[in-house]
């Protein structure tokens, strides 16, 4: 019987040390619960861009993405996201989608317009820009490079 309430006493122990760490992760998840406003924005590519990446805006994170799809008639990118509802964006601004570094990850970077009327919730941002392939950039780099004058290429005689 005394073994009975011994491990009794553990296994509550241990279900206790594991919601502590519970608790501990979702607090240190950075994932809370805010209220947002969701926006949308198509582009023509959103390269290495998945749901749950960043929204940022001058560096700081304001929002998440929250979903991608394809739109049937234009065949663009369309970028759901969520922005917290504090922050109002301007009906000028823009949206591109850019690499946090070299080997980084990619994010959506919202570059807040002038106009002095802003954006209601579910508005499309119309500028947009969208992610560079590097893949493409390096090809083109590589096989624009004309050859050098020598000797061996000058066949005038």
Same mark, same amino acid.
């Given at each position: 019987?005394?073994?009975?309430?011994?491990?009794?006493?553990? /296994?509550?122990?241990?279900?206790?040390?594991?919601?502590?760490?519970?608790?501990?992760?979702?607090?240190?998840?950075?994932?809370? %619960?805010?209220?947002?406003?969701?926006?949308?924005?198509?582009?023509?590519?959103?390269? /290495?861009?998945?749901?749950?990446?960043?929204?940022?805006?001058?560096?700081?994170?304001?929002?998440?993405?929250?979903?991608?799809?394809?739109?049937?008639?234009?065949?663009?990118?369309?970028?759901?996201?969520?922005?917290?509802?504090?922050?109002?964006?301007?009906?000028?601004?823009?949206?591109?989608?850019?690499?946090?570094?070299?080997?980084?990850?990619?994010?959506? *970077?919202?570059?807040? /317009? /002038?106009?002095?009327?802003?954006?209601?919730?579910?508005?499309?941002?119309?500028?947009?820009?969208?992610? %560079?392939?590097?893949? *493409?950039?390096?090809?083109?780099?590589?096989?624009?490079?004309?050859?050098?004058?020598?000797?061996?290429?000058?066949?005038?005689?």
């Amino acid at each position: 019987m005394k073994n009975n309430t011994i491990e009794t006493l553990m /296994g509550a122990v241990v279900l206790l040390v594991a919601g502590f760490f519970f608790v501990f992760a979702y607090q240190n998840s950075g994932s809370k %619960v805010i209220d947002s406003v969701e926006y949308s924005a198509a582009f023509d590519r959103v390269d /290495g861009v998945i749901v749950g990446s960043d929204v940022r805006m001058s560096g700081v994170k304001v929002g998440t993405i929250s979903a991608l799809t394809i739109d049937p008639q234009t065949y663009l990118a369309k970028v759901s996201f969520t922005v917290n509802k504090n922050i109002k964006l301007p009906k000028d601004s823009s949206a591109e989608v850019v690499s946090d570094g070299l080997l980084g990850g990619k994010y959506l *970077a919202i570059v807040p /317009g /002038g106009d002095e009327t802003f954006l209601a919730a579910g508005n499309t941002i119309i500028h947009t820009q969208s992610s %560079v392939n590097l893949e *493409a950039l390096i090809g083109q780099l590589i096989f624009s490079q004309k050859p050098k004058n020598t000797p061996e290429n000058n066949d005038t005689n």
